[in-house]
């Protein structure tokens, strides 16, 4: 590995959240209120950590062309209601993707405490 392959690199603009991202209102679809319904139910009772958060994903897409980060707000929006959470505990984000056989898609998660930031 070079060193250029290890640098770290910043650019410095005020990051657009989703909500600034898009016009007007938007409505939950039919596909989304399924999924959150059967997230709910499949989560598992677990006690989040207080105070800062690290949230390590792992995702299998059955098609390897799926963007790494389409699933992460759906995902972390109803782990925040079934956890009672708010998201804006999350300092550190760790996402690895695997492409797995149609039917084999999951997403597993781990929360650790963090210190301070």
Same mark, same amino acid.
Do not use: C
């Given at each position: +590995?070079? #060193?250029? =392959? #290890?640098? $770290?690199?910043?650019? @410095?603009? %005020? *990051?657009?959240?989703?909500?600034?991202?898009? &016009?007007?209102?938007? !409505?939950? $679809? *039919?596909?989304?209120?399924?999924?959150?319904?059967?997230?709910?139910?499949?989560?598992?009772?677990?006690?989040? *950590?207080?105070?800062?958060? #690290?949230?390590?994903?792992?995702?299998?897409?059955?098609? %390897?062309?799926? =963007?790494? =980060?389409? /699933?992460?707000?759906?995902?972390? =929006?109803?782990? &925040?209601?079934?956890?009672? /959470?708010?998201?804006? @505990?999350?300092?550190?984000?760790?996402?690895?993707?695997?492409? +797995?056989? %149609?039917?084999?898609? !999951?997403?597993?998660?781990? !929360?650790?405490?963090?210190?301070? *930031?």
């Amino acid at each position: +590995m070079s #060193e250029h =392959d #290890e640098a $770290t690199y910043a650019v @410095r603009i %005020k *990051p657009l959240s989703v909500n600034d991202a898009w &016009q007007g209102r938007r !409505f939950k $679809t *039919p596909e989304y209120r399924s999924y959150e319904k059967a997230l709910m139910l499949m989560l598992p009772k677990i006690e989040v *950590p207080e105070g800062p958060l #690290e949230l390590e994903m792992r995702v299998g897409y059955s098609n %390897k062309a799926s =963007d790494i =980060d389409n /699933f992460v707000k759906p995902f972390v =929006d109803v782990m &925040q209601k079934k956890y009672g /959470f708010n998201d804006n @505990r999350i300092y550190r984000l760790v996402i690895e993707k695997s492409v +797995m056989l %149609k039917g084999a898609e !999951f997403v597993s998660f781990r !929360f650790r405490a963090m210190e301070q *930031p």
